[in-house]
């Protein structure tokens, strides 16, 4: 069957192509006819129906024999996707088998239906999830060794403070990607669970064969059974969502960071080059940061997504009215936006393009003055803090008003250089000997990554 006409123009950019198949009409259709599939096993394995019966329901359990338009027409009168859907499934089994068409569905509930086949696929988008995550923390972690001691100027409030390493800021994009990694996995057990209870969550019409039909159910379709149902408690759908926002911001961070640095003012790390990419309509010099306005733009959208899933948690009773329709295309949405930003941050990452030599250019850009702590310090321990400091403050205003090099100035000062020596200013003012625990950074952050990877 054809999918319902839709705006894919921007799918591309913004989605992965794995992620949309995991959530389009087809694979939403098929998560719930797996789970009718699954039931029917279930119910005969204990002998609430007839093993003649299974066959025939799983023959018509195949999201290829429903005719997607239709059911959405009639999504619009039904109020849900599971009346309609298990309607026609019974109509597509009385065609071959009328006898087994009477056990379909037996003992659940639409939302039974819906939830069900919503976790299995969020299954899927999780493993296709974790495995980008991998990757991408995979790539981090060796371009974070790469340039261990590759200095830049450190940026505080958009001003050059002083220098750090492009590998320690690699270093930190990837430690975030190994928390969200580490999140995902501790959620497992509870986002990835059965939903099965009935019209009220009592599972009342399946008598004493409800809870061993409830577990069979679960193991047929690998998931956890839970302690109750959960139709009105929606948290463990919210947690996902949650890491998933985590995870659209710490990739929005690296996109933004790249964004910066791709700047002409900055020019220090570029996203690959592409024949047409980043290029702009009217100016033919022009490199767009592409694939970092995704990133952002994810970023961006996530939040406010997100706080639809926050907004309906406090759903009615036993069955919601319009909370739980909220959710319905929102979760989806994020995982596809989130998957979008993880295939552009691969991108980015594997073909990041470093300048060193404009960034030591970048770097002395203000003539020394981003090194003035380090001279400030070392001073401190010979005439004190605060003569220390007054004197840097005095010698770095002096270099701004006659534009020189802070060296310079520095050398020209009798009461520097009776404390410090022509090889000592030197050393100093040399951004690779001011980088800290820099290179300790990164080899702890690629050691994280490792551990969870191993």
């Known amino acids: 069957m054809n999918e319902r006409p839709g705006n894919q123009l921007f799918d591309a950019y913004f989605t992965a192509r794995d992620m949309r198949e995991v959530f389009c009409d087809q694979g939403r259709v098929q998560a719930m006819l797996d789970f009718e599939a699954a039931l029917a096993r279930a119910e005969a394995h204990v002998g609430l129906i007839p093993q003649t019966a299974v066959a025939p329901i799983e023959a018509a359990c195949q999201a290829g024999h429903y005719d997607f338009a239709a059911l959405g027409e009639a999504i619009a009168t039904a109020g849900n996707s599971a009346i309609p859907l298990v309607k026609a499934l019974g109509k597509q089994i009385a065609a071959s088998d009328a006898e087994a068409e009477r056990y379909v569905h037996l003992g659940a509930t639409s ?48 001003q050059h403070a002083t220098p750090v390493t492009l590998g ?14 580490q999140r995902l996995q501790e959620l497992k057990p509870r986002l990835l669970v059965l939903q099965f209870g009935g019209a009220s969550g009592t599972l009342a019409a399946l008598g004493e064969q ?10 047929e379709l690998q998931l956890t059974l839970p302690e109750q149902p959960w139709h009105t ?3 463990r759908l919210v947690e996902f969502g949650s890491v998933l926002g985590l995870i659209a911001g710490s990739l929005g961070k690296l996109g933004r960071d790249i964004s910066l640095l791709m700047q002409t003012e900055a020019g220090e790390v570029f996203e690959p080059s592409a024949p047409g990419k980043g290029g702009s309509s009217t100016m033919p010099h022009k490199r767009n940061p592409v694939g970092a306005a995704v990133l952002i733009g994810a970023a961006t959208r996530v939040p406010g997504l997100l706080s639809t899933l926050f907004s309906a948690m406090p759903q009615e009773h036993e069955r919601s009215l319009g909370l739980w329709h909220a959710e319905w295309e929102t979760l989806p949405e994020i995982c596809c936006l989130v998957s979008g930003s993880l295939k552009q941050a691969l991108l980015v990452a594997q073909g990041m393009e470093v300048d060193a030599n404009r960034m030591a ?10 090194l003035a702590e380090a001279v400030s310090i070392v001073l401190a321990q010979r005439v004190g803090r605060d003569t220390a400091h007054h004197l840097l403050e005095l010698c770095c205003k002096r270099a701004v008003a006659e534009q020189r090099h802070l060296r310079a100035v520095l050398g020209d000062e009798p009461q520097v250089t009776a ?23 990164v080899e702890r952050a690629v050691a994280e990554h490792s551990a969870l990877t191993a």
Do not use: C, F
Not at 168 to 181: C, P
């Open 111 to 158: 939302q039974d239906v819906m939830d069900t086949g919503l976790v299995l696929q969020l299954r899927e988008a999780l493993a296709l999830i974790e495995s980008d995550l991998a990757q991408l923390g995979d790539t981090l972690a060796t371009q974070a060794e790469r340039h261990v001691a590759t200095p830049l100027a450190g940026r505080t409030w958009l």
């Open 168 to 181: 320690m800021k690699i270093a930190g994009w990837l430690g975030a990607i190994t928390r969200s990694r």
């Open 210 to 219: 409800a809870m061993p039909i409830a577990e069979a159910l679960a193991e």
């Open 233 to 235: 408690q929606r948290d």
């Open 361 to 370: 250019r970048n770097l002395d850009l203000t003539q020394g003055l981003v």
């Open 419 to 441: 404390e410090l020596s022509d090889a000592e200013l030197d050393r100093l003012l040399d951004p690779a000997h001011y980088l800290g625990q820099a290179h300790t950074w």
